[in-house]
């Protein structure tokens, strides 16, 4: 076999993070001996730091850096007093973070249908979700919409909904931290935005991570008092029930180097998703965004008609290219979720979702030649 063939047989990873720490490892390994040095592995200097520039970044007054993307949803549910007896709204279409909190407070999840189109929370279902609590004796109280795969929900329509029913809104972002719904990021967005920091995600960590977003003071007071065990004047007092969630200074550390290179990352990630586009809309249904929004691309999420996704990830596998299925299962078939209510007892369109869609390689170092293998790749495998 020549090295060519070689070449390009070779395994394309789905995400590269080795390709970004060749771009800033020797200023990540500076900053992370920096906390070395300084010994301030928890609170240090990084962590107000990192939380000034995210909240600037995000157009927020405030952010709150926390443990991670789902201790950043439940620091929020508590800090609500979210409890039994109260609905909280979620897509079926999502990672189960999202609605595992929930019961976490006592509460109760109650699953929401997902738009045909972006994917994201279906605004009609949600009123119908709020109906269905109601009848459940449920208090409908927050309702968590989640910007997938990179997209803001459609928060124009959600807003409203929300507040006719008096309704929290937290945005959950960690997908789509740094993506925009009518030109204001998202973490600006709601009452409230949570997001991730995992090492997969758009602005990742080299662990767990995660921030939450608000203009909201008192809300950030009650935060911070939960993120360490209810602390009031200093740790030796508790004046509330909270938990463990700080947000390492290493790890913050690693985020304001990512941070300072984020947008340009952004930017490439557009290009790719613009390209994948272009080459792939004739063989496969591609991404829509809404046209009041930008992605940041977590996911690329093609749809394909009921029974082809297999063979196609197989035929990618036999050429060294990775895919991923997001999700297999919707939330409220999940053994652990299915007791709780929903919108209705089919949720045609996640349901759907779930046997059709598949994600191909996507990160911000995805050079076009390793596109063009890709693209090859699957228009072959569709051919057939």
Not at 46 to 65: P, W
Not at 88 to 101: L, N, Y
Not at 239 to 263: C, P
Not at 325 to 343: D, K, N, S, T
Request: net charge negative.
């Amino acid at each position: 076999m020549t090295s060519h063939v070689k070449a390009q047989m070779a395994p394309i990873p789905f995400i590269d993070l080795a390709a970004q720490r060749q771009r800033i490892g020797t200023k990540i390994d500076q900053a992370v001996q920096g906390v070395l040095n300084s010994c301030r592995f928890i609170n240090g200097p990084e962590v107000s730091l990192l939380e000034e520039r995210l909240a600037a970044f995000a157009g927020s007054k405030y952010a709150v850096a926390c443990s991670s993307g789902t201790d950043a949803l439940a620091l929020l549910l508590m800090a609500w007093d979210v409890k039994a007896g109260d609905a909280v709204f979620c897509p079926a279409f999502t990672f189960c973070a999202t609605a595992e909190v929930v019961p976490w407070v006592g509460a109760t999840p109650v699953f929401v249908d997902v738009k045909d189109d972006t994917f994201n929370m279906d605004p009609e279902s949600l009123e119908l979700a709020i109906a269905t609590a109601k009848e459940y004796g449920l208090i409908p109280k927050v309702v968590i919409p989640v910007d997938l795969f990179g997209q803001p929900a459609d928060y124009d329509a959600i807003l409203p909904i929300a507040e006719r029913h008096g309704l929290k809104v937290l945005a959950d972002t960690a997908q789509g931290f740094g993506g925009t719904w009518n030109n204001k990021r998202t973490g600006s967005i709601g009452d409230a935005a949570a997001t991730s920091f995992f090492p997969a995600k758009p602005l990742g960590c080299y662990g767990d991570g995660g921030a939450i977003f608000t203009d909201d003071a008192d809300l950030v007071t009650v935060l911070k008092s939960v993120r360490e065990h209810g602390q009031g004047v200093d740790k030796y007092q508790n004046v509330r029930i909270g938990m463990t969630a700080r947000l390492d200074t290493i790890q913050a550390a690693v985020l304001l180097e990512k941070l300072a290179i984020f947008e340009d990352e952004i930017a490439a990630r557009e290009k790719v998703a613009a390209r994948y586009n272009a080459l792939l809309a004739d063989v496969a249904a591609v991404p829509f965004v809404d046209p009041r929004a930008t992605s940041v691309w977590a996911q690329y999420t093609i749809r394909l008609a009921p029974g082809r996704r297999d063979a196609l990830a197989d035929a990618l596998k036999a050429e060294g290219i990775p895919t991923a299925v997001y999700y297999r299962i919707p939330m409220h078939l999940q053994p652990a979720y299915g007791a709780y209510p929903a919108a209705a007892a089919i949720l045609p369109v996640a349901e759907a979702l779930c046997e059709e869609v598949i994600s191909l390689p996507m990160h911000a170092y995805l050079d076009e030649a390793t596109q063009d293998r890709i693209i090859a790749a699957v228009r072959r495998a569709l051919a057939d």
